[in-house]
């Protein structure tokens, strides 16, 4: 069963840029590496994290096709394939050949704020496109509306959905979630330090940011909160709390690819609209990171 193997910790992998702001396939090999020697359980390729608004079609499609080459196996890849215009989405998915992907990560609506009704409808339309599962994703800060609990709900009985990345922050919605869908429907968090106690409230893991820094760290955590030992689970939750806190304190993923790049990983560089992180917090982040073993 799929759901069996996105338990745990995904990763949402940032897309690597070279000085000259072209994509840096060798860094984001480099992370790949990182990624799966420290234990996560999954990668999730072209999310916001990715910076997936200012790649073009070309770039995400060398990015996806490499992620998939570059993994050769090792983990599941979960792909992004999200917007505001559900005929766009489709017709994106209807192009992809899927080989290699285990599952589609696909964000509510941002800017036009349907109702939840046009939600509800937008998910069917995706769910009956996608030749693989497809997880739900609410994260109100970025798109402006909020996917209600009693949406999710309903999305959970219809075939081809198989979970949400749920990042609200609401834990009374949470628990409705996780109170009213199917066991099999996987309930992930989107907001990587209420991980562990959404664990508690029987979330099955996360798609993280802050764990493609500290990935060895960041997966252990999330498996000890799965199997119940939460004393040790908060041994390794406390010491990335205030790195995972500035990381995203002037947004994200500038804080992440400074953490990126002091480990040698791959460069800080983003896209405009995005800059780097300022230099106050680069030092910052730089003293939070050599705390951490």
Same mark, same amino acid.
């Given at each position: 069963?799929?759901?069996?193997?996105?338990?745990?910790?995904?990763?949402?992998?940032?897309? +690597?840029?070279?000085?000259?702001?072209?994509? *840096?396939?060798?860094?984001?090999?480099?992370? @790949? &590496?990182?990624?799966? &020697?420290?234990?996560? /359980?999954?990668?999730?390729?072209?999310?916001?994290?990715?910076?997936?608004?200012?790649?073009?079609?070309?770039?995400?499609? %060398?990015?996806?096709?490499?992620?998939?080459?570059?993994?050769?196996?090792?983990?599941?890849?979960?792909?992004?394939?999200?917007?505001?215009?559900?005929?766009?989405?489709?017709?994106?998915?209807?192009?992809?050949?899927?080989?290699?992907?285990?599952?589609?990560?696909?964000?509510?609506?941002?800017?036009?704020?349907?109702?939840?009704?046009?939600?509800?409808?937008?998910?069917?339309?995706?769910?009956?496109?996608? +030749?693989?599962?497809?997880?739900?994703?609410?994260?109100?800060?970025?798109?402006?509306?909020?996917?209600?609990?009693?949406?999710?709900?309903?999305?959970?009985?219809?075939?081809?959905?198989?979970?949400?990345? /749920?990042?609200?922050?609401?834990?009374?919605?949470?628990?409705?979630?996780?109170?009213?869908?199917?066991?099999?429907?996987?309930?992930?968090?989107?907001?990587?330090?209420?991980?562990?106690?959404?664990?508690?409230?029987?979330? *099955?893991?996360?798609?993280?940011?802050?764990?493609?820094?500290? +990935?060895?760290?960041?997966?252990?955590?999330?498996?000890?909160?799965?199997?119940?030992?939460?004393?040790? #689970?908060?041994?390794?939750?406390?010491?990335?709390? *205030?790195?995972?806190?500035?990381?995203? #304190?002037?947004?994200?993923?500038?804080?992440?690819?400074?953490?990126?790049?002091?480990?040698? @990983?791959?460069?800080?560089?983003?896209?405009? +609209?995005?800059? %780097?992180?300022?230099?106050?917090?680069?030092?910052?982040?730089?003293? /939070?990171? #050599?705390?951490?073993?």
């Amino acid at each position: 069963m799929i759901q069996a193997t996105l338990r745990g910790t995904g990763v949402a992998l940032v897309t +690597p840029f070279q000085n000259n702001g072209k994509t *840096d396939l060798k860094g984001l090999g480099k992370l @790949i &590496d990182y990624c799966t &020697d420290g234990g996560v /359980e999954y990668l999730v390729s072209l999310g916001t994290t990715g910076e997936s608004p200012v790649l073009s079609k070309e770039e995400k499609l %060398e990015v996806l096709n490499f992620t998939i080459s570059h993994t050769r196996s090792r983990v599941p890849i979960v792909a992004g394939f999200g917007g505001n215009d559900t005929a766009a989405v489709i017709k994106e998915i209807k192009a992809f050949h899927f080989k290699g992907i285990a599952a589609v990560l696909s964000v509510s609506p941002s800017y036009n704020k349907p109702t939840q009704a046009g939600i509800i409808a937008h998910y069917k339309a995706i769910a009956k496109t996608s +030749p693989v599962p497809v997880l739900l994703y609410n994260v109100p800060g970025r798109t402006g509306s909020n996917m209600s609990a009693e949406t999710t709900i309903e999305l959970s009985k219809v075939k081809n959905i198989i979970g949400i990345k /749920e990042a609200s922050g609401n834990f009374g919605q949470c628990m409705q979630i996780v109170k009213n869908t199917p066991k099999d429907f996987l309930k992930i968090s989107g907001d990587d330090n209420i991980t562990l106690p959404l664990l508690a409230l029987g979330f *099955d893991g996360v798609i993280s940011v802050s764990g493609q820094g500290f +990935p060895k760290q960041f997966s252990q955590m999330v498996r000890e909160g799965l199997k119940g030992d939460f004393v040790a #689970a908060r041994k390794l939750h406390y010491p990335l709390v *205030d790195v995972t806190d500035m990381l995203f #304190a002037e947004g994200n993923p500038g804080g992440i690819k400074h953490v990126l790049q002091l480990k040698g @990983i791959c460069k800080s560089n983003v896209r405009l +609209p995005l800059v %780097e992180v300022s230099g106050g917090l680069k030092s910052k982040i730089k003293g /939070e990171v #050599a705390k951490i073993k």
